[in-house]
């Protein structure tokens, strides 16, 4: 169990367009996710905090009119990189928590040209 | 949430244990302790977590001092494929913004036949 799913896994893109990408829980509920980037041969950071039906909390530094974050149901939570440069390049992983455990995707690499 | 300290990286012969430290000299008296680990170019993947018990699990076992201010993950019959990142976590368990995962520079374990 508490399996938790990306989509897509990889994406390319333009500099300047925006891309969405999706971080489900697929055997459970989670009503709040976590969403992370990675650099590589860096450590992951953690970007905010989604919260089922509420606004997400972010942490500092990070732009939350850059990095929308959707979590519109209790399996599914979105973070939407808009207006992508290519500094945005990166792997990008989300995590739900499930009980006291946080369950992590298989991430997704993004890369701006 | 409390810092922890762990070794840049180890080296471990296949088949032998792994003993991975981790120091938290400030942990608080509900925080508990995480391990994830990281293979290269994945999401991170739970182990195990424990609050001052010793805990076993199928993967892993997770040995606190009594005075909770280190704690050690032993991989019993290491092989190539738990050559990852190993992180070591302090986190207070539950509430509105507990919960939160913050990585540290984890422990790079190798593995060598």
């Known amino acids: 169990g508490a399996v938790v799913s990306q989509h897509p896994s990889w994406v390319i893109c333009k500099s300047g367009t925006s891309v969405k990408i999706e971080c489900r829980s697929l055997?459970?509920?989670?009503?709040?996710m976590f969403w992370y980037r990675q650099f590589p041969k860096q450590s992951l950071m953690l970007m905010a905090t989604s919260n089922e039906g509420s606004k997400a909390t972010y942490e500092q530094g990070v732009e939350k009119d850059k990095f929308l974050i959707n979590h519109a149901s209790l399996t599914l939570s979105t973070l939407t990189v808009t207006s992508a440069h290519p500094e945005d390049s990166s792997f990008y992983i989300c995590?739900?928590?499930?009980?006291?455990?946080?369950?992590f995707g298989p991430g997704t690499r993004l890369t701006v040209l | 949430d409390a810092k922890t300290t762990q070794p840049t990286s180890m080296d471990c012969a296949e088949g032998r244990a792994a003993n991975l430290p981790c120091n938290h000299s400030?942990?608080?008296?509900?925080?508990?302790v995480y391990w994830y680990r990281q293979i290269h170019s994945q999401g991170p993947q739970y182990i195990i977590h424990g609050l001052k018990n010793n805990e076993t699990n199928e993967m892993a076992s997770l040995i606190i001092t009594e005075d909770r201010k280190s704690s050690t993950l032993i991989l019993p019959h290491a092989t190539l494929r738990d050559t990852a990142v190993y992180y070591c976590i302090v986190r207070v368990g539950a509430g509105n913004q507990g919960g939160k995962l913050i990585f540290g520079q984890g422990t790079e374990l190798s593995v060598k036949p």
């Open positions: 995590s739900a928590r499930i009980r006291d455990a946080g369950f």
């Open positions: 055997d459970f509920q989670a009503t709040t």
């Open positions: 400030t942990i608080s008296g509900n925080e508990y």
